[in-house]
């Protein structure tokens, strides 16, 4: 199911000319889709949540409180790794019984502030961690349940800087060192150890990988078990994938194997409260980045497409090299290959390099797609560019403005 198709050679969402919105509310501007948000929703449900397998929304992949809330209405948990999140998770209705901390350098005052708000869980990844975190908890009189980090060397077969699970990545702590703290645990009176998490990565779509993770985790708690510890819970982390070149597939054509691995994590590890905390595959495919041409240049090599969107709205082409398709919003004949460039003052600053796309001119529109994961918080106001709004498509059809567009004024507001 796609809500984002062409009518009429033009590209719409939900019946709506996406021409339509970029005029009416200006460029850079993200453009989201309730509908295909609301069908993710319904199928990791059914695929994870049927299955005794909770779902913790990653909400680092995006954050805009209307997001945030309608994750909260399908009963999912939230997955926070900062203060500034916990904040956010808060203010979108989450209770402390909904929320799990990960994060691999929780500093102190997030620590209480999460120890305050009585968050359901603790993801420690290192010795530091823990000693800092039994020290809050027996100041603030509390006793969090705390997951052991754990990190498999599992090779997740996904992108080398969004790869976590390898023992040379800086995430989590080694088999033998988590098993050493379980052994130990008396040491931290003000900790409840329950139980075990991993996240081997992003980006992944094949089923493999996770299907690893859960045999390695058998072997593993297992021993743990053997060696006394009494656990309860397993948080399998997230990391599904999606379709960056064929941005409006339905969730379950990109991915088709969640409810295989559901079945397979809750047939081995079904004695465990089990966890996943996805985040791209809920929200990527739900948005587009809309951007206009200001121009096109010519050298001997090359054409340029100088958009108004640049890397401080989507940063993912020119930190990963990351392909997102580009989209002429209309129709028209013709074909051109192109680098597509936003204004920024970086040679980095490119959204494609070499591309083919078909013919546009001068304020043509160009929707990028896959742009509601890792798109909008992973935004900057480098060259003093503000942030783009956030417009939102409901499932009545009607527009509503989830965010606003910075304004210059706002650049001013912390200055003192
Ligand atoms: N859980 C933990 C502990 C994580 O570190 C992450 C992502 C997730 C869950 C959610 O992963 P997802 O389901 O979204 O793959 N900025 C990069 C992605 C960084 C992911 C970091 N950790 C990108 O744009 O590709």
Known sequence: MTDFRFQADSLTCSGIPLDQIGNQYGTPVFIYSAQVLERNISVLKSAFETRGIHVSYAMKANSNIA???????????????SGGELYLAQAAGFEGNDISFAGMGKTRREMEAALEANVAQ????????????NEAATKSGKRPEILLRLNPDIDAQTHPKITTGLRENKFGMPPEEVFQ?????????????????????????????????????VNY??????????????DLGGGFGVDYKTPFRDILETTPFLGEIAEYASEKLG????????????????????????????????????????????????????????????KRSGKMTVDVVGPVCETGDYFAHDREISTVLPNDFIALGSAGAY?????????????????LIQTDGTVKTIRKRQTYADFLALNS
């Open 181 to 217: 703290h379980f052994v130990d645990r008396e040491k931290y009176p003000s900790l409840d150890f329950t139980g075990i998490h991993c996240h081997i990565g992003s980006q992944i779509l094949k089923p493999l990988p996770f299907m690893d993770l859960v045999d390695y985790l």
């Open 122 to 133: 603790f993801n420690v990844e290192s010795a530091f961690e823990l000693e800092m975190l």
């Open 375 to 391: 798109g909008y918080v992973m935004a900057s106001t480098y060259n003093a560019r503000p942030f783009a709004p956030e417009i």
């Open 221 to 234: 708690t297992g021993n743990l078990g053997k060696a006394g510890a009494r656990l309860t819970k397993v």
């Open 67 to 81: 997001i945030l809330e309608m994750m909260q209405r399908a009963g999912f948990g939230v997955d926070i790794v």
């Open 271 to 330: 004695h465990y409260q089990l966890y996943i905390q996805p985040g791209r595959v809920l929200v990527a495919n739900t948005a587009i980045l809309l951007t206009q041409v200001i121009g096109l240049k010519h050298n001997d090599l090359k054409t340029f497409i100088v958009v108004d969107g640049a890397m401080t709205d989507m940063l993912r082409p020119s930190l990963y090299g990351a392909y997102h398709a580009l989209i002429p919003t209309r």
